[in-house]
Each structure stands twice: as C-alpha cells, then as structure tokens.
C-alpha cells in the first residue's frame, strides 16, 4: 500500500485509519513524504504513539522534495507485498474497499487490475459519483473493461490511482511512473497499464476524493485544469502514447493525434494571448505535421500573416464567453472566424 505525501499532515491520521480499517488486513503501509515542510514527520510520530496497533505496518519513508512520481516509484521499490494499492494523503477510503476488490478480482481472472467508483467530498458543487461523471454505464456490482485505453482517447475512464489495486507482476511490467511528468502521472499510468490487462471495477463508491474549495495544497489547486502548465503535460502525454501504441495499437493513432492537436491548439491560444507569436507558431507547426486538419491549418497561417489580429479575436471571444477557454479550449471556433466548418472540441480531460 502506497501513500505519497507533501505538506498535507492535516489528513494524514483520516487517510491511514481508513486504510488500516479494512475489513481485511493490510500488512504494509509506505507513507512516502516527498520532502514536506510542514510538520508531517511529528504528525506521523503522534500517530503512531496515538495508534499502538498501526507500528508494525506504517512505514514512513523522507525524500528531498522531487515530485509525486519519484516518490511513488521510491515506494514500488521498497513495498513487499503481491498486490499493490494507492491513495492520496488527503483521501479515505471506506471499510470494504479491498475486500470487494478482491471479490471482484475473483469473478474475472483475466483481469491483473482493479478500481472502484468514487465520490467527492467537501465540495457542493460536485455531487456525481465518479462513475456518473464518465457517462459509462455500469448496471452490475462487478465489471471488467478491456479498452481502458480507446476509453482515453474519447474521454476520461474514471480509473483514480486512489482506487486502484494492482498485482505486483503486471506492476512490474509497466514500468512505474513517468518522472518527467509533474501532473497527470496517474492518467498516464492507467493508460499504460490499460495496454497491458484488462481492468475489474467496483461499482460503488468505496473512496471518497477531497475537493475542499479553499484548498491551498494540491496538484489540482496548483495546476488547475486547462493551465498552462497542464496542457503542457498533457501534449507530453499524447506524443509519448502515440509513440508506444504505434506499432502495438495503431487503431489509437487517429483519435490520439486529434486529441494532441487540439491540445497543441489550445497551448497556442495561451502563448498567442501572452504576445508570444514565436512559441505560438512553433506550437502550431509541430499540430499542423501531426495532424494537418483544415481548422488548425487555416489558424497556423493567421498566426503567420495576422498574428496580432488572431490574439485579439481570441482574447475578444474568451472575454465574451469565458467558458469557451476552459471547456472548448481547442480552436476558439477558429473555423468559424473563417467561415468554414467548425471542428469538435476537445473532449480528453486533462486530470
């Protein structure tokens, strides 16, 4: 059982007594703490003198301060069991989690992974399950799902890395997690792991997600969707998928370089509004040699000829619909400015 951290000591005590309060035993916890300047190495002595019964499983693990995937891959390293399960430092799960999990495992043996809906707490305004979220219909207790990656490239599956259980083996074979990647390194994980095993779920939500508004730690507060900084991640993404699929999956290659163009186009709108035209272009240019679709090329030669034109009438439409940036941030209808046909936008959730 892994749990990375980073300055989150108010959670700790929530998240490891929903762990080691299973209904079945878990026989070790890595809390790996990513260099934390807050007061997680006291807090985690607390506990343990506070909760005598957690001493012979917790094992509590310091690294300079290098990111949530270099920890996660130190805690591979050392963890010793057969099966291997996550969750965040500042989310819980509920009693039965692993042992339905099992079950599941159990009833469909072809699968080497499995996940569980989940639910958000401490935020109004997301009251969906996780499952309700993806718009994926699960009727039955237990499922299984063979395309978790064709599922990555039209929408997000609904696999969290707080949910997962996998088997040591298949762990092995898929290589741990990227650490290049500051964000997004779960998404990139479920679809690598996606290629290798189909998926058992749970359908009940058996881990609960804090979504705290006021939250001043998280990768999500941080980077918030539609950032720069993940967009950023996510066209890292998308090129890295389409050079491992190519010969393997080529059937991924049609929907991954759409998603990565329209992500390459979104990018440019973010440098194109800074007055960066060079980045712009460049971005541009690299969508345009994957993916020469008419939209992206006609924004391509605006950038070359009317560079500031095209910086204004994205700023203009973005002001006069904020929500286009965030949930059409693609091409800004920039199809329609030329009057011609409109493109679909991006569906692929950078999470």
């Not at 997301?126 to 039955?140: I, K, P, W």
């Not at 969290?160 to 997690?177: E, I």
């Not at 992500?263 to 440019?268: E, H, K, M, N, Y």
Request: proline share 4%; with cysteine; charged share 20%.
């Amino acid at each position: 059982m892994l749990v990375p951290t980073y300055n989150r000591a108010a959670f700790l005590e929530g998240t490891l007594g929903s762990i080691f309060d299973q209904t079945i035993d878990v026989h070790e916890v890595l809390l790996v703490d990513d260099g934390s300047t807050d007061d997680t190495r006291n807090i985690v002595q607390d506990l343990l003198a506070t909760h005598p019964a957690w001493r012979d499983r917790l094992r509590y693990v310091w690294q300079e301060h290098a990111g949530k995937s270099v920890a996660l891959n130190l805690g591979l390293q050392l963890a010793t069991g057969n099966w291997i399960a996550f969750n965040d430092s500042d989310d819980r799960w509920l009693p039965e989690k692993l042992e339905l999990q099992f079950e599941a495992l159990a009833a469909y043996q072809d699968a080497e992974a499995c996940f569980t809906d989940a639910r958000y707490v401490n935020n109004a305004a997301m009251q969906e399950t996780v499952f309700a979220e993806t718009l994926l219909e699960r009727t039955s207790p237990f499922g299984i799902r063979w395309n978790i990656p064709d599922l990555h490239c039209r929408m997000w599956p609904g696999v969290f890395m707080q949910t997962l259980l996998v088997s040591r083996g298949v762990m092995q074979r898929c290589g741990g997690f990227d650490t290049a990647m500051r964000m997004a390194m779960d998404t990139d994980f479920s679809f690598r792991l996606g290629l290798i095993t189909p998926m058992c779920y749970v359908n009940l939500p058996l881990v609960e997600v804090d979504r705290t508004v006021t939250r001043a730690v998280g990768l999500m507060t941080e980077y918030p969707l539609y950032s720069l900084e993940r967009l950023h991640a996510h066209e890292y993404m998308m090129t890295k998928w389409l050079a491992i699929t190519s010969a393997s999956h080529p059937h991924l290659s049609r929907p991954l370089r759409a998603t990565l163009s329209h992500t390459q186009s979104a990018l440019a709108n973010h440098y194109l509004k800074r007055g960066d035209l060079t980045t712009a272009r460049a971005i541009l240019r690299r969508a345009v040699r994957r993916n020469p679709r008419p939209s992206l090329l006609a924004k391509y030669l605006w950038s070359l000829f009317a560079g500031q034109s095209l910086r204004q009438e994205i700023i203009r439409r973005e002001n006069a619909d904020p929500v286009l940036s965030s949930h059409r941030a693609a091409d800004a209808d920039i199809q329609q400015m030329i009057d011609a046909a409109h493109d679909a936008p991006m569906t692929q959730g950078v999470r």
